[in-house]
């Protein structure tokens, strides 16, 4: 088969490949719309999963089954199918304990174009097929189930992380789309002022309709004492971050208040070291929590986030800024996802046959 793949760090193209095989409880698939995560780029670019040789990229899209192994329920060939990007092993002990995301090892979860094939080829696995694939939702477009990938779980994941409460004040840091997420999540959670971290013009025009009241750079100075600034020194409740670097950390433990929380979805592709700044901790005492965490993953956060975008709560078609027709231009999205154009927030590739 075809698939666009990781050949090394650094490098990414065209491979031809094996198709894979189906287990009993596995289901293969063909992709009908592909995206482009920040993820693919840290991935490649950055070796962030370190080296990898011909592995295929991709881990967004919706797709339609073409084969289901034998003891599969729930899903037969023809059925269009939501994707998300963390397949768990459902009957592991670490789903059992709560953190399916882990199943098998730290971040595990995360198989496709990290530990397997991800779905950037003609043909893809997906392991445990009841427990991970759902159902795309009657008129969904292609567009708007690739976010359902990852994006929107992974927003609202951070969200829950940072626990927003009725009324909260809350920092986003980052609008990329994870960050829009966390913005359109909070604003769903009932907090009642979203102070948002970003400049491009595209993604403040979009943040400010799902519900983000302010907007701060880090170009203009410390983000904790912008955030100061504008809380009358008081900090905010919680803060989720959904973009920066390792030294992001110490920005969100200066803007919290004393017994607030961090979420953490960010990828972090580089660094060593988190430094935490020990005064506004509150020397390790200031019951400022910080939380980070893949998002679950599996059936059931398809279907009930489907049924969300589906009933038309969350307008997720407002990030898919760039579509494409056809195979031959997904490394143009890859790209543009590196370079980050003004205008972008995701660029989506439908697969017309």
């Known amino acids: 088969m075809k698939a666009f ?38 991935t490649v670019y950055e070796g962030g999963v ?3 040789h011909n592995m295929v990229l991709g ?30 092993d459902w009957s592991s002990v670490e789903a059992q304990a709560g953190f399916a995301q882990h199943s098998g090892g730290m971040l595990a979860g995360w198989k496709f174009s990290n530990i397997k094939d991800g779905v950037f080829g003609e ?10 694939l759902a159902h795309l939702p009657e008129g969904m477009k292609y567009e708007e189930a ?10 609202f994941h951070a969200v829950e992380q940072a626990d927003v ?57 410390p983000i904790s004492e912008q955030v100061m600034k504008l809380t009358d020194g008081k900090g905010v409740d919680k803060v989720i971050i959904a973009g920066g670097t390792v030294s992001t950390f110490e920005e969100a433990v200066k803007s919290l208040k004393p017994g607030g929380r ?12 988190i430094t935490i700044p020990r005064v506004e901790w509150g020397a390790g005492m200031g019951n400022k929590v910080i939380s980070g965490g893949l998002m679950p993953g599996g059936r059931l956060r398809m279907e009930k986030l489907g049924a969300l975008v589906a009933s038309g709560k969350v307008d997720v078609g407002l990030m898919a800024t760039h579509v494409f027709h056809g195979w031959e231009h997904i490394p143009e999205a890859l790209e543009m996802m590196r370079v980050k154009q003004p205008d972008l927030i995701k660029p989506v590739v439908i697969l017309d046959d």
């Open 5 to 42: 793949a990781m050949l090394k760090i650094g490098e990414a193209g065209w491979i031809e490949k094996e198709e894979p095989t189906c287990g009993p409880t596995d289901a293969l698939c063909k992709p009908l719309a592909i995206a482009i995560c920040t993820s693919d780029i840290h």
């Open 59 to 88: 881990h967004e899209c919706c797709a339609e089954v073409i084969e289901v192994g034998s003891e599969v329920k729930d899903f037969k060939p023809g059925d269009k199918v939501l994707v998300p990007a963390i397949t768990p």
């Open 123 to 132: 043909v893809f696995h997906v392991n445990d097929a009841d427990g991970n």
């Open 262 to 273: 961090i979420g953490n979805v960010n990828y972090l592709g580089k660094g060593d070291m």
């Open 50 to 52: 370190g080296e990898r």
């Open 165 to 221: 409460q009725f009324g909260d004040t809350v920092l986003v840091i980052g609008i990329g789309p994870v960050g829009l997420m966390a913005v359109a999540g909070a604003n769903l959670r009932g907090a009642s002022r979203i102070i948002a971290v970003g400049t491009r013009p595209t993604c403040v025009e979009v943040a400010e309709k799902y519900g983000a009241s302010e907007f701060i750079s880090y170009k203009d100075g």
């Open 146 to 155: 690739c976010m359902l990938s990852d994006m929107v779980p992974t927003g």
